[in-house]
């Protein structure tokens, strides 16, 4: 086997660190604590600019900004008759929340399954986002579900956006998931009926559906925000989310921006992809940002053909048990983990997320030539604050002369003329301006009132703290099932938490339909229990609270505790939701018809 056959083999750990190595390999813990102040500093002056939480932005994209929002592949929803019936299995949304999941549910016979979609086909995010540079930054091999099932195998280490949004529509055509789905089309209302005891569901299209069972399969990061800038609605050039890239404007090669001013606000994951493409094109960038992300090593290449010929069946799941499983590790490093007390193990790991930070900012000093721009783009926060980015073209980008880095020192941009952004007194004249500034990091039914028995809303439930068993069922919401959201495991793979999630539904909706069950729903206890344990989780460190604001803690809300991710680690979610499935008396209770 190769070199390049024996990397694929691997997958992907970006954040195994060696908090065990001696101290004194290290440098003084006294460099350590001045590194953290620093941190906290840079934390404490973006809160103080504006206060913490989502009320920063707005994801309203009505009236004026209504344009935003807008679907610029909208034009291929066929027309259709307003439909008026009733499924076993409905999904509100077309991501691989629900391609997984509707693939689980078809290896236990369910046929009847409908995808209702805004967008004009499946892919979600891959359909969304379809920006010049867009790729995934997780190992191909990895990310892409259903490898095993379908046969297919990655192109490249790193698969590019085109193809994760073909490969999508592979899968819906796999298991015949185009013949229900509709698309172009909102849910509005995701009523339970305690008469029939099913889902009434209303879209925007005047639809009425009834369905026996609802996954919320819409995403948590699938409604374009904008930051809360005055005069956002001034600007007299062109502008655009990059969620909604306006390619009639650009050009599909971005050739139409040669003789134009452009800028792009935000800094993230979609903007450190895109940036690179604008620069190579744009007669001039200039690039506002908030608060830098970390940039590392992008190691990318064709997939090895001969490997791939080596790939036997269950290779894909066999290398997801392995990354589950964890790296393997000595008796040695077990015995010396388990003699540290937890404070010792909080500061050595701690050391070693700093010492990954450094080498970052080491990088950056090695590839930016001006010494100003390199500082400004220098991430001050640990590693998982914000989303880590992972591109070799990036930071070279601000080299070119046509390239302006914009640092606005934690501020933000806080006006917008109609000629373009102010900042420090400054005016950034622009053709140009595209919005990189994210999604609206959502509970769930964001598009839709969710309302359960008594006319309970789904959100007016969540409004003192969202209370979940396993992030997926809520008790009150009977045949209910919400996929990626809060109070579940979280995972750079997110596709892997989803297929799990996915065999979960299945298997629970399996368990309902073969022991004359129509409708299960959580109990209070078994609700209760569970959030008590993302509570007991995320006390355990203080990494959320300590962070620069971004989506990751609520933009610095302090007070959300039971909202985020369950912190365990991705093999105890499993366990217990195996636990769950194995003992479902204990945690459900059924009604028979």
């Given at each position: 086997m190769g070199v390049m056959a024996e990397k694929q083999e691997k997958p992907q750990n970006v954040f195994n660190f060696d908090y065990t190595r001696d101290a004194e390999e290290r440098p003084p813990q006294e460099y350590y604590e001045q590194v953290k102040e620093k941190f906290a500093s840079e934390r404490d002056l973006r809160l103080g600019y504006r206060p913490p939480g989502?009320?920063?932005?707005?994801?309203?994209?009505?009236?004026?900004?209504?344009?935003?929002?807008?679907?610029?592949?909208?034009h291929q929803v066929e027309d259709r008759e307003v439909l008026n019936d009733s499924v076993e299995v409905l999904f509100i949304g077309g991501g691989f929340s629900a391609l997984l999941t509707s693939a689980r549910l078809r290896e236990k016979g369910?046929?009847?399954?409908?995808?209702?979609?805004?967008?004009?086909?499946?892919?979600?995010?891959?359909?969304?986002?379809?920006?010049?540079?867009?790729?995934?930054?997780?190992?191909?091999?990895?990310?892409?579900?259903?490898?095993?099932?379908?046969?297919?195998v990655p192109s490249r280490h790193y698969a590019g956006g085109q193809e994760i949004y073909e490969y999508c529509k592979m899968i819906a055509e796999r298991f015949d998931l185009y013949d229900l789905a509709v698309f172009g089309t909102t849910v509005t209302s995701t009523v339970w009926d305690e008469e029939s005891e099913t889902w009434i569901v209303e879209t925007d299209q005047g639809d009425t559906m009834r369905a026996r069972f609802v996954v919320c399969a819409n995403g948590t990061l699938s409604k374009p925000r904008l930051a809360k800038i005055d005069g956002v609605d001034?600007?007299?050039?062109?502008?655009?989310?990059?969620?909604?890239?306006?390619?009639?404007?650009?050009?599909?090669?971005?050739?139409?921006?040669?003789?134009?001013?452009?800028?792009?606000?935000?800094?993230?994951?979609?903007?450190?992809?895109?940036?690179?493409?604008?620069?190579?094109?744009?007669?001039?960038?200039?690039?506002?940002?908030?608060?830098?992300?970390?940039?590392?090593?992008?190691?990318?290449?064709?997939?090895?053909?001969e490997w791939a010929e080596t790939l036997e069946p269950g290779w894909q799941a066999a290398r997801r048990s392995r990354a589950i499983e964890g790296p393997q590790v000595s008796d040695a490093v077990k015995?010396?983990?388990?003699?540290?007390?937890?404070?010792?193990?909080?500061?050595?790991?701690?050391?070693?997320?700093?010492?990954?930070?450094?080498?970052?900012?080491?990088?950056?000093?090695?590839?930016?030539?001006?010494?100003?721009?390199?500082?400004?783009?220098?991430?001050?926060?640990?590693?998982?604050?914000?989303?880590?980015?992972?591109?070799?073209?990036?930071?070279?980008?601000?080299?070119?002369?046509?390239?302006?880095?914009?640092?606005?020192?934690?501020?933000?941009?806080?006006?917008?003329?109609?000629?373009?952004?102010?900042?420090?007194?400054?005016?950034?004249e622009l053709d140009v301006l595209i919005y990189a500034t994210g999604f609206e990091v959502q509970q769930t039914g964001i598009y839709n009132q969710i309302i359960g028995e008594e006319g309970l809303d789904l959100n007016a439930k969540y409004s003192d703290g969202i209370r979940t068993l396993l992030g997926i069922h809520s008790q009150g919401y009977p045949n209910l099932f919400i996929m990626g959201g809060y109070q579940a495991f979280f995972a750079f793979n997110l596709t892997d938490v989803l297929n799990s999630q996915g065999e979960h539904i299945a298997e629970c909706i399996d368990f309902v339909r073969q022991n004359d069950?129509?409708?299960?729903?959580?109990?209070?206890?078994?609700?209760?229990?569970?959030?008590?344990?993302?509570?007991?989780?995320?006390?355990?460190?203080?990494?959320?609270?300590?962070?620069?604001p971004g989506y990751y803690n609520f933009e610095g809300a302090d007070n959300r505790r039971q909202d985020g991710n369950y912190n365990g680690t991705m093999k105890q979610y499993l366990g217990h939701m195996s636990e769950i499935r194995e003992n479902m008396a204990d945690h459900f209770v059924f009604t028979h018809r």
């Open positions: 989502t009320d920063n932005y707005t994801s309203d994209l009505s009236g004026d900004l209504a344009k935003y929002a807008v679907d610029p592949y909208g369910v046929e009847s399954i409908r995808i209702v979609e805004r967008g004009a086909d499946v892919g979600g995010t891959w359909y969304w986002n379809r920006y010049p540079g867009v790729a995934c930054d997780v190992v191909a091999y990895d990310y892409l579900p259903l490898l095993d099932e379908t046969g297919y001034q600007f007299a050039g062109h502008s655009f989310h990059t969620s909604r890239w306006d390619y009639q404007y650009t050009g599909s090669d971005l050739e139409n921006l040669r003789d134009k001013r452009v800028g792009i606000i935000g800094t993230g994951a979609s903007a450190v992809q895109a940036i690179p493409e604008l620069g190579k094109m744009a007669k001039e960038l200039y690039v506002f940002q908030r608060t830098p992300s970390s940039i590392d090593v992008r190691d990318d290449w064709e997939t090895d053909p015995a010396r983990r388990a003699a540290m007390s937890r404070e010792e193990k909080v500061r050595r790991q701690e050391n070693a997320n700093i010492d990954a930070m450094m080498r970052i900012h080491n990088r950056i000093d090695e590839v930016v030539e001006d010494s100003g721009t390199a500082e400004s783009l220098k991430p001050w926060y640990m590693l998982m604050c914000k989303r880590p980015c992972f591109h070799n073209e990036y930071l070279p980008t601000f080299n070119r002369p046509n390239v302006t880095l914009v640092d606005t020192e934690g501020q933000g941009i806080t006006q917008i003329t109609q000629d373009g952004p102010v900042f420090d007194g400054v005016q950034y069950i129509h409708s299960l729903d959580c109990t209070h206890q078994a609700e209760e229990q569970w959030v008590q344990e993302v509570i007991a989780h995320r006390g355990k460190t203080n990494r959320n609270r300590d962070c620069t």
